[in-house]
């Protein structure tokens, strides 16, 4: 396959007439249970009922079983109300994950719409994408996916987290609310049985069906992107138009969010009850600030080919027009050539060799990647903020206030 076509936008190319059908989070077997269970109700309303029902369904049960069994606040080495990752997982972070599909189902069907209302898919290729977008539809609405997801969860995950749990309870030989040590060997109370079968079942759904999502719309763009795409070569958002997919960015953060909330959990968890410190983790928590970092910006790298021949392109054909701008200038007002009657003073010669300079920085901005510095840095800054708690683990919250005030006054 060759590649893709670069032409410019004419300014009258804009065409739809109706948003694209285009949503990530809508369809599927669990949105079919969100509507039958009535948790939902079409596109995605009742969000409340699905960031109260899904967490309790996964919380409540433990902190009866708890209770029962003695283990809610004391009895055991990590009482449940003191565990900081299974309060955190469940009340905070599956919430976020829960409540992320709305954000995401309506910012990235705007993006969608962008491709051809700015004329980047011409009337022409609008049957083609068009069923490009079906053909995501069925992806992302297939049961088959999503059975298979489930089954991974249910088997991989418990056998990988309880060989981890093993490890962890032998070494330690401590019991905590969801096992108990005894005879040289672990075993998993109602409480903990509970939470291995189900709890962490539905979380592990609920997440590995985001990156499923994340797939679709990985694939989504690279189909895209062997469609000929009209670029504008002078476009002010320096990405030849393709600007707006930067907002993608923002709207996959609360899925990254609430990944470290989790990672902050469990990393403070092994700092309260396994005496580790912070300085051991450091490793893990660059690796996943740089994964999740990697995970939003890749799809936008699809486009980098483009985006390079269209910026040597632009600049090849703006540096001609303008080196003719600033001959006349010149011959015009310094060298005199030209005799005129006009006068320098208010000439709009000299404003428009200023904006041909500003224009100029236009074409010479363009970069390989569709995406704003600021755009980038407010995702990371974001993603990260879960993880600063964890800093008084190191630095007591008095000296940290201290240091702030110096810092602004």
């Known amino acids: 396959m060759g590649e893709p076509r670069i032409r410019q936008v004419s300014p009258h190319a804009g065409f739809l007439q109706k948003e694209p059908d285009f949503s990530l989070v809508l369809g599927g077997p669990l949105y079919q249970i969100y509507l039958r269970a009535r948790l939902a109700q079409p596109p995605l309303r009742l969000l409340y009922r699905r960031l109260i029902g899904i967490p309790l369904i996964c919380w409540l049960p433990l902190l009866l079983l708890s209770a029962f069994a003695g283990r809610l606040t004391s009895g055991v080495s990590v009482p449940f109300l003191l565990e900081p990752e299974v309060n955190v997982k469940f009340l905070l972070a599956l919430p976020m994950l829960v409540a992320a599909e709305v954000a995401v ?37 297939s049961a088959t996916v999503e059975l298979i997801l489930f089954i991974l969860v249910l088997a991989l995950g418990y056998w990988l987290w309880k060989a981890n749990l093993s490890l962890t309870v032998s070494s330690l030989k401590a019991s905590s ?52 795409l009209h670029l504008n070569f ?33 990393i403070f968890t092994r700092i309260l009850y396994q005496g580790e410190k912070l300085p051991a983790f450091t490793m893990e928590i660059a690796a996943a ?41 010149r011959h015009k007002w310094v060298q005199g050539d030209i005799h005129t009657q006009e006068r320098l003073l208010g000439s709009a010669d000299v404003q428009s060799l200023a904006d041909m300079a500003d224009s100029y920085q236009v074409v010479s901005g363009i970069g390989l990647l569709p995406i704003t510095k600021p755009t980038f840095i407010r995702m990371m800054v974001v993603i990260a903020l879960p993880l600063l708690p964890l800093a008084l683990t190191v630095i007591p919250l008095h000296e940290i206030v201290h240091r702030l005030f110096k810092f602004v006054f």
């Open 105 to 141: 189902h309506a910012r990235i069907r705007k993006i969608v719409a962008q491709f051809p209302e700015r004329g980047i898919i011409a009337r022409r290729d609008q049957a083609r994408f068009e069923k490009l977008i079906s053909s995501e539809i069925r992806l992302r609405n």
């Open 177 to 228: 609310w969801y096992s108990i040590y005894e005879n040289g060997g672990m075993h998993l109370t109602a409480a903990g049985t509970y939470y291995a079968l189900v709890s962490l079942t539905i979380f592990r759904f609920i997440l590995l069906r985001w990156y499923f999502r994340l797939f679709v719309w990985y694939r989504f763009l690279w189909q895209v992107r062997g469609m000929p």
């Open 234 to 266: 002078y476009h002010p958002d320096r990405a030849g138009g393709l600007g707006f997919l930067s907002a993608s960015l923002i709207a996959f953060t609360p899925v990254f969010v609430s990944q470290t909330m989790v990672l902050s959990a469990a």
């Open 289 to 329: 600030l740089v994964f999740f970092a990697l995970v939003a910006v890749l799809p936008l790298g699809f486009f980098a080919v483009q985006l390079d021949r269209m910026g040597r392109t632009a600049k090849i054909e703006f540096g001609a027009l303008a080196s003719h701008y600033v001959n006349d200038f």
